[in-house]
């Protein structure tokens, strides 16, 4: 079986086992920066990495009393190979905010490099913390002996702790493949009664050269709970490693867009999200998605068979 079609099996698979989901974050520009997720993918673009993303989803969604109950994402993230560690460092720092239920945490994390076959694997590991706020003044209650909103007047905090491991393997300008798990300590909130669940996420792509200037990068996103599937389906076409544009679709929820281009080390782009889901006709009108990434290249010494592309990924 060719790579190619061992890509395309790969995909027709795991589209079998798709649905809705769940507690990370939502994220449809993921494949220009997996390391939200996948401590594996720490110093795969060869350089310092700094990415910043900021998401307003399913906007315009309120309460009746005329409360925003949108979710937002913020998140900043930063990695670089370190070659006496024999791998690379990286960290993220992030706000998810849903409803009157708002997570602030921040994650350091170290990945093992080594080369596999044609290509390079990554191994990493993340610990960090979050502090998890609900402000229960806001709810309205249905039952007045509900026991979770019962003598809960005001905001209510717990810190708590994370852990995420994940493993990343790319043949530069050819395919990639990566797993991660999220919250594995899945720890409950004394105050709250918040408690995590453990997530797994399964992503790959395929670079396919149409023409000496055009280039189709088809990927997959997978996420599970234990209970339910998400998945994102994209692709996107890059014309001269300047400009780039693409569609996705994600199951039962919306149907994506996004664009953006390079300029010098910068990379810019813009994600919109048409809902297909009920919440279309509950006053959302969409999801907006802003990432701004900048790549301060390393030199590093190459092997003399490998041509590497720290523009895309």
């Given at each position: ?8 099996t ?51 969604l ?7 109950v ?23 720092i ?89 919250q ?18 399964l ?15 088809p ?18 076409v ?5 400009y ?12 994506t ?25 509950a ?11 900048y ?15 720290t523009?895309?990924?």
């Amino acid at each position: 079986m060719d790579i190619r079609s061992g890509v395309l099996t790969f995909f027709l698979i795991v589209l079998a086992y798709m649905a809705h989901s769940q507690q990370e974050a939502q994220v449809t520009q993921s494949m220009f920066n997996y390391t939200s997720v996948n401590p594996g993918y720490y110093g795969m673009r060869e350089g310092i990495c700094v990415t910043g993303l900021v998401r307003q989803q399913y906007v315009g969604l309120k309460t009746m009393e005329g409360d925003a109950v949108n979710p937002e994402t913020f998140f900043l993230s930063v990695d670089a190979p370190v070659s006496v560690l024999r791998g690379a460092l990286g960290g993220t720092i992030y706000q998810d905010q849903i409803g009157f239920t708002s997570n602030v945490g921040v994650e350091l994390g170290y990945a093992y490099h080594t080369t596999l076959g044609y290509g390079d694997l990554g191994v990493g590991l993340n610990m960090g913390f979050f502090n998890e706020t609900i402000d229960f003044s806001k709810f309205v209650m249905i039952d007045e002996t509900d026991p979770v909103l019962e003598n809960r007047q005001g905001e209510e905090q717990d810190m708590m702790i994370n852990f995420s491991l994940g493993a990343f393997y790319q043949v530069e300008n050819n395919y990639y493949l990566g797993v991660a798990t999220t919250q594995m300590a899945e720890t409950q909130a004394a105050n709250t009664k918040y408690t995590q669940r453990r997530h797994y996420f399964l992503m790959g792509g395929y670079h396919y050269q149409l023409t000496a200037d055009y280039e189709v990068v088809p990927s997959l996103m997978i996420q599970y709970d234990g209970a339910t599937t998400q998945f994102h389906l994209s692709s996107v076409v890059q014309f001269k490693e300047k400009y780039w544009a693409g569609l996705g679709y994600r199951m039962q929820d919306a149907v994506t867009v996004t664009a953006g281009l390079y300029w010098k080390d910068f990379k810019f782009g813009y994600s919109y999200d048409l809902n297909t889901s009920r919440l279309a006709g509950a006053g959302s009108s969409g999801a907006h998605e802003l990432m701004l990434g900048y790549c301060f290249k390393l030199e590093l010494e190459k092997d003399n068979n490998k041509y590497r592309n720290t523009r895309f990924l």
